[in-house]
């Protein structure tokens, strides 16, 4: 079992930064993928980014490529996004995940462990 807890959300202006992190107990991350997905008002949730278990390879969705960016920590058990040069279509829910796969995978469905989510809203 692996339990895991967002933070680093909030309030920010169009055009501003945050970091999210991922923390993992429970077992360890090293040998799992991590992904962030988000989820807005009314919408399904959607992927953002993807790390392989190594940090090696990397995915992100059209709609953060270039702004945002997945990295992790296994030492520390934890999962990062930054992101920066956000926009008011970046608001939403923002979740960590991981899956047991070798590769980055997009689908929702494959990850088996998520976190509670943490609220992420840029104005305009």
């Known amino acids: 079992q692996v339990q895991l807890v967002e933070s680093g959300g909030g309030l920010v202006q169009a055009g501003g930064s945050l970091t999210l992190s991922c923390a993992a107990s429970?077992?360890?991350?090293?040998?799992?993928?991590m992904g962030w997905f988000r989820q807005a008002p009314g919408k399904e949730r959607e992927f953002a980014a993807g790390i392989s278990w190594s940090g090696g390879s990397t995915v992100y969705a059209d709609s953060v490529k270039g702004r945002f960016t997945i990295s992790r920590d296994n030492a520390k058990n934890t999962v990062y996004l930054q992101m920066n040069s956000l926009k008011p279509e970046d608001t939403a829910v923002y979740y960590c995940?991981?899956?047991?796969?070798?590769?980055?995978?997009?689908?929702?469905?494959?990850?088996?462990?998520w976190g509670q989510g943490t609220q992420v809203t840029v104005s305009s």
């Open positions: 995940a991981c899956a047991n796969r070798l590769r980055v995978v997009t689908t929702k469905n494959e990850y088996a462990y």
């Open positions: 429970g077992r360890t991350l090293s040998s799992k993928l």
